[in-house]
C-alpha cells in the first residue's frame, strides 16, 4: 500500500462544508428525537412479559416534554464521527472550530478544545481516521445550538469555499498533513487559555485551514495556519512585554 493511499485526505475534493454539517446534525437530530414503537403487534395480548415496559414508556411519552427535551435533542462527538468518512479530519475540525470563533463566548470553546488537540494530534501521527477516549467521545452538545453555529457561519464559509480548489496538494498529502496536524497543535492549544479574546483568531485560523484540508488546498491550509500562529506569537510577545512592564514598575516602586 502506498503512502498516498494511506493518506487521510485521500479523497476527490468535498465542496459545500457547512451544507454537510447540517446534514450530518440533522440525521442526528431525527435520530434523537425517533421513538421506538412499543406497541405489540395485532392480535397480540397487552399484557405479558413486556407489558409493564410498554405501559411504563406509554405513560412517560403522555407526561410531556421534560425539561431535557425542551432543551432540544442531544447526540455525542462519537455520534458525529460515526457519521464521517474519509473527510472526518477536516470536518470534525471545522465543526469544532466554528464555536471558537464567535468572540466573547467563554467556557465552551475551552471545552471543545480538548478534542480538537486530540484530533490535531493524531492528525500529526499519521492516523488514517480519527479516534477519540471515551471521556471525549461520549461528551454531549445541543444539536440545536450547534446546529444555529453552523447556519450562523454559512455565508462566511461559503465565501471561503468560492475560492477553494485543489492546489498545493503536496500540503495535504500524508507527509503534508502530519505537518499540518503539528502545527495545528499551537493555535489549538492557545484556545484553551481562558482570557478575553484568546479564542477568536487562533478559531478562525484552524476554520480556515480545515476548510483547506476538506477542499485539498494547500493554499488555504497555509493561510490558516499563518493567521492562528501569528495571533499566538502576538499574543506571546505581548505577554511578555506586559510582563516586563510590571517589573519595571514594581522595581521602580521598590528603589
Known sequence: MTAASDSPLNHPPVRGA????NDILDGLARDATAVPSNEPPPGASAKGPN????????????????????????????????????RAYGLLLLLLALPC????IYLLP???????????????????????????????????????????????LSFIERFATPRLTIITSHAG???????????????????????????????????GLIERDGLLVILGLLLGLAWVALLLFLGLEAASLIKDWVSARAG
Open 51 to 86: 407489558a409493564n415496559d410498554a405501559e411504563a414508556a406509554a405513560a412517560k411519552r403522555s407526561e410531556g416534554p421534560d425539561a431535557k427535551q425542551s432543551a432540544g435533542p442531544e447526540a455525542s462527538l462519537g455520534d458525529v464521527l460515526d457519521r464521517l468518512d474519509e
Open 101 to 104: 470563533c464567535v468572540p466573547f
Open 18 to 21: 457547512a451544507g454537510l454539517l
Open 110 to 156: 475551552q471545552i471543545v478544545a480538548l478534542p480538537m488537540l486530540a484530533i490535531a494530534g493524531q492528525l500529526a501521527a499519521g492516523r488514517r481516521h480519527p479516534w477519540l477516549p471515551p471521556a471525549l467521545r461520549n461528551r454531549k452538545f445541543s444539536i440545536a445550538a450547534l446546529q444555529g453555529v453552523v447556519g450562523r457561519s454559512e455565508k462566511y
Open 177 to 211: 498533513a502530519r505537518v499540518v496536524g503539528l502545527l495545528l497543535l499551537v493555535p489549538t492549544a492557545s484556545i484553551l487559555v481562558p482570557l478575553p479574546s484568546t479564542n477568536t483568531l487562533p478559531g478562525i485560523g484552524v476554520a480556515v485551514a480545515s476548510i
